[in-house]
C-alpha cells in the first residue's frame, strides 16, 4: 500500500523562482500533501497540456453517439425550433440564470428520456475529496435516480455538465485554424477553467469505475461536449445551440440511447447497493473478529495462534473497515485469471494517483471471493504497447524463480479490451512519421520504457512494439507526434502491506530496505530483471508468521513492478537518442536525473535506495537537522530548470557527486547518533567515485580538445605604450601563455582520471554484495541502535511549503513535456543550497467552483 499521494516528477509542478536569465531553481514540494485547490488545478493544466484533440461535431456524434441498429436518425422525438429561445440574451445573463433556463428547458421537453439532468452547485459533495468541498454546476443521471440536495453526487453522475456566462473569455479551448492548430487556449482566465474542468474529470475518474466521462461545457448560448479518457480530451467545435435546436436535441436523444458501456462506464465493476447480499457481506467482514492476531515486530506468537493456518493481521481488516465508508460506492470487480474470471469486493480506495492523463493507479483491500481471504488488489491504465510485459507477467516470472520479499501473484489481465480511444482521434489527424526517418540507433542490452511516440506507421491504430516504442523519443524528442496508449488493466497479490512509514524505529527500517535490496539482488541474477522504479511507495513492510521461530516478523516487500524490464532483451533494441527517464523523481539517481538520461544500471537503483534511507530518516528519525521538511524539498524535490529543461537539483547532485558526504547545510554534518551514520558514511564515497569514473568514461570517447595553433596577437595600443610592447616582461608574459596554449591544446581525459582506489570504489556498486553487506553489518549493531528514535513525523501538519505545486504560467504553445525530460548540467551547490522560491498570490489561484 503506497505511502503517498505526492506526484513523481517536476514536469507535473512546472512554477517560477528567483530566475538568473533563463536558468533557475525550483522545488517540486513536499508540499504536495499540503497543496491548495487552485495549486492542484494549476497542476492538473500542466499534466493535461498538448492532450487535447478538437474533433468536428458531426463526427463526435456518429463516433461516439451512435444510433441503436433498430433505430434511425428520423426516428426522433418532435423539437419545437424554439426550445432554447430563452437563452438568446445569453451573454446578459448571469451564470445563474443560464443554468436555470438550461436545465428547465431539457428537463421540461424531456430531451433525455430516461435521463435527467440536474443541478448540482448548491452543496459540496459528502466526498470531499481534500476537502476542497468542489461543486460542478449541473450533472445528468439516470431519471430514477436522481437525488435531492443539490449536491454533486460523484459517484452517480452519468455526464457532468458546467456553465459559464461570457463567451469566449472564458472558453478554455480555441477553434483556430491556424499554422499551429492549438486545440488549449493560452490565456490565463481561460487555463483556470480549463484546470477547473480537469479537475472534475479526475473526481469522476477517481470515485467511480470508468472507461471514459462525457462533459457538457455551456458558455453562453455556446456548447462544446467533451470527451475524457487516460490519454487525453476529445473536444468538439463550440456551436450555437440556440441557432441550431435541433444539434443539440439530437446529441442529447442520441445519448439517451446509450449503453452504460458506451457512456464511458466500467461494465466489469458492478455497483452494490445495501441491499445486495455482497454489500452486507462486506459489512460483516468489516466487523473485528477474535481470531484477527496483532502484528507488532518480534512479538511471540500466543499458542492459539500456531495453529492458525491464514492469519488475518488486525491491520488488513482495519484497512477492509475504512473501505467500507459509506459515502463511497462498493463494487464487484472482475479479474480474469487465465480462461477464468474471478471476483473480488473493494470499497473506498486505499490509494489513488493524482492526474487524469496517467496510468490512474488505484490500490483496494479487497475481499476474494473464492479464496475467501482479503487480497491487494491494483486497478491501473497500463501503458499499450506490444512486447511490454504486464505487471502480473513480471510477478509470475519471480514467483517462478522464488525471488525473495516480493509480492504472489494471484490472477491479472486486461479488462475486456478496454483501451484510450484519444489516441486514435489524435494520429488519425496527425499521421506519425515513418520509423525509416529515424538515424543514430544502437543496440542496448538494458533499455527504458519510453511512451510517448509511435515510430512504426502512420496507422492510428497500429500497436508499436516495445523496440519501436524505445524510438519514439527520438523524434524531437516532444509529445508532438502522439499520445500514449493505455489500456484498462487489474492485478491481484496475495500481500496486503503496510507503507514504510509505519516502522517503529531505525534498526527496522535499515532491516526492512535491506530487505528489499535482496529482494533486487535475486530478481536481477535469478530472473534478470530490473526493477526501474526504486522509491518510497514500492518499498512497504510485510509482518508475517514465522512458526519457527513462534514470532511475528516484519520484512521488506518489493511492489510495483510495472515499469521493470529485462537486463539483456531478447533481441536487440533501438536506443533512443535521449531515454526517457523512468521512475520517481524524488528517488531517482543522480546519473538518471542529468543532461543526458541514460538506461537504468544497477549502480542507479543502488543509489534510490539509499535515497529512501535518507528520507525516512530525516523525516521520522531523531537527527541534528533542524529543518527536516526544508532538507527534504531542497535535497528530494528540488530541480534545476533551463531552457525548458529539467535536470536533478543542486544540494542532491553535490552531496552524490562532489560532497559525498551529508550536510544541514553550511558545512554541518548531518548526524543520526546511530548505525545510519556509518551506512550513509560507507556508501557515499562510493558513489562519489562511481560518478568520477562514469565521468573520466565519457570524457575518454570525446575527441581531445583542440586549439588552433595561432599566435595570438596583442591588442593595438597608442603609440605612448610602444615602448611597453617590445620590452622584455611583455615577451616573456608572450612566451607564458604561447606555453599555456600548447599544454591546453594537447589536454585530454587523462587530466581527470579516477585513482586506483577510486575505481576499486566504484565497482562495488557494480553489483548488490557491498551494499547489502553494509546494511547487515548496521542492523547488527545492536548496542548503538535506541528503540526510540523514530520520533515521529517531523514534517509538522501546518508546514507551509516553500514554494507552490505548480507554475502559476504552465507551458503553453508548442514546448511539450516530454522535451522537459532532457537535461542540462548545473553547478555545485551553493552555501545552504537556497532553491529561492516564491509564491503563488491569491489572485494566481483558480478559484473554486
Known amino acids: 500500500m503506497p505511502f503517498s499521494n505526492a506526484k513523481s516528477s517536476p514536469i507535473a509542478f512546472e512554477q517560477s523562482t528567483v530566475r538568473y536569465g533563463r536558468h533557475f531553481q525550483g522545488v517540486n514540494p513536499i508540499g504536495a500533501e499540503f497543496a491548495t485547490l487552485g495549486q492542484v488545478r494549476l497542476a492538473a493544466i500542466g499534466d493535461m497540456a498538448h492532450k487535447a484533440v478538437r474533433m468536428e461535431v458531426a463526427e463526435f ?18 423539437w419545437p425550433t424554439d426550445i432554447f429561445d430563452g437563452l438568446a440574451t445569453g451573454n446578459k445573463l448571469t451564470e445563474q440564470d443560464i443554468q436555470a433556463r438550461f436545465v428547465d428547458a431539457v428537463n421540461n421537453n424531456d430531451l433525455m428520456p430516461g435521463l435527467k439532468i440536474s443541478t448540482a452547485s448548491e452543496k459540496p459533495d459528502i466526498i470531499d475529496m481534500g476537502n476542497f ?6 450533472a445528468i443521471f439516470k ?9 454533486p453526487h460523484w459517484a452517480d453522475q452519468l455526464v457532468t455538465v458546467e456553465f459559464k456566462r461570457y463567451f469566449p473569455s472564458q472558453d478554455p479551448f480555441d477553434d483556430d485554424d491556424g499554422k499551429d492548430d492549438k486545440v488549449e487556449s493560452d490565456a490565463e482566465k481561460r487555463k483556470e477553467i480549463r484546470g477547473q474542468l480537469i479537475d472534475y474529470a479526475e473526481l469522476v475518474f477517481r470515485i467511480q469505475h470508468r472507461t471514459a466521462l462525457f462533459m457538457i461545457l455551456v458558455i453562453s448560448r455556446r456548447l462544446r461536449v467533451l470527451r475524457w479518457d487516460r490519454s487525453g480530451t476529445i473536444v468538439t467545435r463550440a456551436f450555437d445551440y440556440v441557432a441550431r435546436p435541433q444539434l443539440l436535441c439530437e446529441i442529447l436523444w442520441r445519448m439517451s440511447l446509450l449503453s452504460d458501456a458506451q457512456l464511458g462506464m466500467d461494465t466489469s465493476a458492478t455497483r452494490l447497493q445495501p441491499s445486495d447480499t455482497d454489500y452486507k457481506l462486506m459489512d460483516f467482514l468489516a466487523c473485528e473478529s477474535p481470531s484477527d492476531m496483532a502484528y507488532d515486530d518480534q512479538r511471540d506468537l500466543l499458542p492459539q495462534e500456531l495453529k492458525t493456518d491464514r492469519p488475518v493481521f488486525t491491520y488488513v481488516r482495519d484497512k477492509f473497515r475504512e473501505a467500507m465508508d459509506p459515502k463511497w460506492p462498493r463494487y464487484r470487480v472482475e479479474v480474469p485469471d487465465g480462461n477464468l474470471t474471478r471476483t473480488f469486493l473493494i470499497g473506498k480506495p486505499s490509494f489513488y494517483a493524482q492526474g487524469m492523463a496517467c496510468r490512474g493507479t488505484k490500490g483496494f483491500v479487497a475481499w476474494d471471493i473464492k479464496a475467501k481471504r482479503f487480497v491487494w488488489v491494483k486497478d491501473a491504465w497500463r501503458l499499450d504497447y506490444d512486447r511490454m510485459d504486464q505487471e502480473g507477467t513480471i510477478l509470475s516470472r519471480l514467483n517462478a524463480e522464488k525471488v525473495v520479499f516480493v509480492p504472489t501473484l494471484v490472477c491479472h489481465g486486461d479488462i475486456q479490451n478496454q483501451k484510450t480511444l484519444t489516441p486514435d482521434i489524435w494520429e488519425a489527424q496527425h499521421p506519425v512519421p515513418p520509423a525509416a526517418a529515424l538515424s543514430g540507433a544502437t543496440s542496448v542490452s538494458l533499455s527504458t520504457t519510453s511512451i510517448d511516440q509511435s515510430a512504426s506507421s502512420s496507422t492510428p491504430s497500429l500497436k508499436r512494439t516495445r523496440a519501436e516504442l524505445e524510438t519514439e523519443d527520438t523524434l524531437a524528442g516532444t509529445e508532438d507526434y502522439t499520445l500514449r496508449r493505455h489500456v484498462h488493466y487489474r492485478v491481484v497479490v496475495e500481500e496486503v502491506a503496510l507503507p514504510l512509514k509505519d516502522f517503529t524505529y531505525g534498526q527496522q527500517l535499515v532491516a526492512i530496505i535491506m530487505d528489499c535490496i535482496e529482494a533486487h539482488q535475486e530478481a536481477v541474477e535469478k530472473a534478470n530483471i530490473a526493477h526501474r522504479d526504486v522509491s518510497s511507495g514500492n518499498i512497504l513492510i510485510l ?11 516484519w520484512n521488506g516487500l518489493l511492489t510495483d513492478w510495472e ?12 536506443r533512443p537518442h535521449k ?14 536525473l542529468t543532461e543526458n538520461p541514460k538506461t537504468v544500471e544497477i549502480p542507479d537503483e543502488l543509489e534510490s535506495y539509499l535515497h529512501v534511507l535518507l528520507y525516512f530518516s530525516v523525516r521520522y528519525i531523531r537527527s541534528n537537522c533542524k529543518d527536516p521538511a526544508g532538507f527534504i524539498e531542497n535535497y528530494f524535490d528540488s530541480y534545476t530548470y533551463s531552457d525548458g ?16 558526504r551529508l550536510e544541514t547545510g553550511h558545512g554541518v554534518p548531518l548526524i543520526f547518533d546511530s548505525p545510519i551514520d556509518d551506512i550513509f558514511a560507507r556508501l557515499l564515497p562510493l558513489f562519489k567515485a562511481h560518478y568520477k569514473v562514469q565521468k573520466y568514461l565519457r570524457a575518454k570517447q570525446k575527441p581531445a580538445v583542440t586549439v588552433p595553433s595561432t599566435t595570438c596577437p596583442l591588442p593595438v595600443r597608442s603609440p605612448a605604450l610602444e615602448p611597453l610592447r617590445n620590452s622584455s616582461k611583455l615577451a616573456a608574459l608572450r612566451e607564458q601563455m604561447a606555453n599555456e596554449l600548447e599544454r591546453f591544446r594537447h589536454r585530454t581525459y587523462r587530466d581527470d582520471a579516477p585513482t586506483a582506489q577510486e575505481e576499486k570504489k566504484a565497482r562495488h556498486l557494480a553489483d548488490h554484495d557491498l551494499m547489502l553487506v553494509t546494511f547487515y553489518k548496521a542492523q547488527a549493531k545492536t548496542d548503538r541502535w535506541r528503540k526510540t528514535d523514530k520520533v515521529g513525523d517531523r514534517v509538522p501538519e501546518e508546514y507551509k511549503s516553500q514554494a507552490p505545486l505548480a507554475n502559476p504560467h504552465p507551458v503553453s504553445g508548442r514546448t511539450t513535456k516530454r522535451r522537459k525530460t532532457t537535461g542540462v548540467t548545473v553547478a555545485a551547490a551553493p552555501d545552504g543550497f537556497s532553491s529561492f522560491p516564491v509564491r503563488l498570490t491569491q489572485s494566481q489561484l483558480p478559484k473554486a467552483g
Open 61 to 78: 456524434q456518429n463516433t461516439f453517439f451512435p444510433l441503436p441498429q433498430d433505430i434511425t436518425a428520423d426516428q426522433h422525438p418532435p
Open 543 to 553: 509482518p508475517s508468521v514465522t512458526p519457527e521461530r513462534k514470532k511475528i516478523t
Open 133 to 138: 468541498k468542489q461543486k460542478p454546476d449541473a
Open 563 to 574: 515499469l521493470s524490464k529485462p537486463i539483456h532483451e531478447a533481441e536487440p533494441l533501438i
Open 645 to 660: 529543461v529539467y535536470t536533478c537539483g543542486a544540494r542532491k547532485q553535490h552531496v552524490i557527486q562532489v560532497a559525498g
Open 579 to 592: 531515454p526517457p527517464r523512468t521512475g520517481t523523481w524524488q528517488f531517482l539517481s543522480v546519473g538518471m
Open 143 to 151: 431519471a430514477d435516480s436522481v437525488l435531492a440536495g443539490g449536491r
